[in-house]
């Protein structure tokens, strides 16, 4: 696999990934100085390149006085950073190259992903990665984005796995 634009002097290369005997596409893990791991994954035969993030605090990390707020951050990061300030620049990029976009909160982690058609990818890539380094939490988007989650949080009140979660929650965190 070829490290296009990776400088070696920026990573650190890790151990091989375990992948089963079938498995045709190249993989590679790496230590970037920042801290964070990277799989990175050759597929020849894809058309899109795709991207997640897994960040290591989720719904069970919330403050009492500040649930949902894991969530809430899920939501902001969407709409827009210093860079790419457009509240809809990033599902409207990715709507005109063949992308899409989710995000999703567990108790102990939320996870950011897309995917694109190759060709457009770094594009993509500098948008998403952006959203990390200096989102903008904008006064419109936190207003509209708490109704969001509320009115999410609302609707899950009778799920009883949505409940399940909330008391092994509490179990969790006494105080």
């Given at each position: 696999?070829?490290?296009n634009?990776?400088?070696?002097?920026?990573?650190?290369?890790?151990?091989?990934?375990v992948?089963?005997?079938?498995?045709?596409?190249?993989?590679?893990?790496?230590l970037?100085?920042?801290?964070?791991?990277?799989?990175?994954?050759?597929?020849?035969?894809?058309?899109?390149?795709?991207?997640?993030?897994?960040?290591?605090v989720?719904?069970?990390?919330?403050?009492?006085?500040?649930?949902?707020?894991?969530?809430?951050?899920?939501?902001?990061?969407?709409?827009?950073?210093?860079?790419?300030?457009?509240?809809?620049?990033?599902?409207?990029?990715?709507?005109?190259?063949?992308?899409?976009?989710?995000?999703?909160?567990?108790m102990?982690?939320?996870?950011?992903h897309?995917e694109?058609?190759?060709?457009?990818?770094?594009?993509?890539?500098?948008?998403?990665?952006?959203?990390?380094?200096?989102?903008?939490?904008?006064?419109?988007?936190?207003?509209?984005?708490?109704?969001?989650?509320?009115?999410?949080?609302?609707?899950?009140?009778?799920?009883?796995?949505?409940?399940?979660?909330?008391?092994?929650?509490?179990?969790?965190?006494?105080?």
């Open positions: 696999m070829s490290d634009n990776i400088n070696n002097d920026s990573y650190l290369a890790l151990d091989d990934v992948k089963g005997k079938s498995d045709w596409r190249q993989y590679r893990s790496l970037l100085p920042n801290g964070i791991t990277c799989v990175v994954v050759n597929d020849k035969e894809s058309k899109t390149t795709a991207m997640a993030v897994t960040v290591g989720g719904a069970s990390f919330d403050p009492k006085e500040l649930s949902g707020l894991a969530h809430f951050t899920e939501h902001m990061c969407f709409l827009g950073s210093e860079a790419y300030p457009g509240e809809n620049e990033y599902k409207q990029y990715l709507s005109r190259h063949g992308g899409r976009s989710n995000a999703s909160t567990s102990s982690h939320t996870t950011y897309f694109i058609v190759a060709k457009h990818a770094d594009h993509a890539v500098d948008i998403f990665s952006n959203f990390f380094v200096s989102p903008l939490f904008t006064q419109d988007g936190t207003s509209r984005e708490l109704n969001a989650v509320d009115s999410e949080n609302s609707k899950n009140l009778t799920n009883d796995g949505r409940r399940r979660l909330q008391i092994l929650k509490a179990l969790a965190d006494p105080l």
